[in-house]
């Protein structure tokens, strides 16, 4: 609230704590100067993935309150973020230094490329929050519709899942009662990964 116009939130989690916040203090929404939030799951093209995601199932009610505050929102869901992949050339090349961080990196990240891998048939672990992350940095690796997004309350199996529209608020004949979002539809791989992988280097150098 002290510095209205330049704090960008980037909520890789449920976003309980978002929430809350806005329900405390509404004037919020207008005082970030946006949201970019790593969740949701508007089109669900890979069959390994399910149709309501992790962050948004754990708190749907939240999910709910911060698309419709009114605050400027990006999600990157799912449908996304699994066109993005770490290889094992890639961890190597980020991990060369002799640092304590890369070896812990290295330790932590080759047992899931392996059993992703294997299991999954992809060349790589799915990069979910560094692309939202990096999303911020360079809007560039997105392309983005504006849609109409809101997070399903009642459904006994669909419970957090997220529906959208294109067309604007209202539109239709049975009304979503969400927000209005720029949903993340397109990636720019080869860009994201430009951005990410020097960055992920030098932390680690």
């Given at each position: ?55 948004l199932a ?21 449908d996304v973020t699994t ?123």
């Amino acid at each position: 609230m002290a510095a209205p116009g330049e704090i960008t939130l980037v909520p890789i989690g449920p976003l309980t704590n978002v929430a809350l916040a806005l329900s405390l203090e509404p004037r919020v929404a207008t005082a970030v100067r946006e949201i970019v939030c790593m969740g949701g799951n508007v089109r669900g093209q890979h069959p390994a993935i399910a149709a309501v995601e992790f962050n948004l199932a754990n708190d749907p009610e939240a999910g709910q309150v911060v698309f419709r505050s009114g605050a400027q929102v990006t999600m990157v869901g799912l449908d996304v973020t699994t066109q993005t992949h770490l290889t094992p050339e890639d961890l190597d090349a980020v991990t060369a230094s002799d640092t304590k961080a890369a070896a812990f990196i290295r330790r932590i990240t080759e047992p899931w490329i392996r059993f992703v891998r294997e299991q999954r048939g992809i060349p790589g672990c799915w990069l979910h929050d560094p692309l939202a992350v990096v999303a911020v940095v360079d809007r560039g690796v997105l392309g983005t519709v504006r849609m109409e997004v809101g997070v399903e309350l009642r459904g006994e199996i669909t419970y957090g899942q997220t529906i959208a529209r294109r067309g604007g608020l209202g539109s239709g004949i049975r009304p979503l009662r969400g927000g209005a979002l720029d949903v993340a539809v397109t990636v720019d791989t080869l860009r994201f990964i430009e951005r990410f992988l020097p960055g992920l280097t030098t932390a680690l150098s």
